[in-house]
């Protein structure tokens, strides 16, 4: 059964950090990503990586702030997020899939977690 569950939000004072984590299990995928969606809003990319590593990608809200890592070894994603601000405040889920290069579309992504709660206090 493939399975992807988040872990390490939680609340956090504006300009501190979080690691999120993205443990997927069932198998292996090419693409992992983050998405996060705010009350109110629709939901919208936050950065993806490939299965080497070598390529990821971010949105331009979080260039510079956010970090997406991996350890194929653990099969887990890592979402390091530093200078936090109330606007990142949002469930965060991760998403997997197999293209080759990470996307900001939702369509490449055919797994998703349940997601874990980012609340950013100002």
């Known amino acids: 059964q493939v399975q992807l569950v988040e872990s390490g939000g939680g609340l956090v004072q504006a300009g501190g950090s979080l690691r999120l984590s993205c443990a997927a299990s069932?198998?292996?995928?090419?693409?992992i990503g983050w998405f996060r969606q705010a009350p109110g809003k629709e939901q919208e990319f936050v950065t993806g990586?490939?299965?080497?590593?070598?390529?990821?990608l971010y949105a331009d809200s979080v260039k510079g702030r956010f970090t997406i890592s991996r350890d194929n070894a653990k099969n887990t994603v890592y979402l390091q997020m530093n200078s936090l601000k109330p606007e990142d405040t949002a469930v965060y889920s991760c998403?997997?899939?197999?293209?080759?290069?990470?996307?900001?579309?939702?369509?490449?992504?055919?797994?998703w977690g349940q997601g874990t709660q980012v609340t950013v206090a100002s």
């Open positions: 998403a997997a899939g197999q293209i080759t290069i990470p996307s900001m579309s939702r369509g490449p992504y055919d797994y």
């Open positions: 990586i490939s299965r080497s590593g070598g390529s990821t």
């Open positions: 069932g198998r292996t995928f090419n693409i």
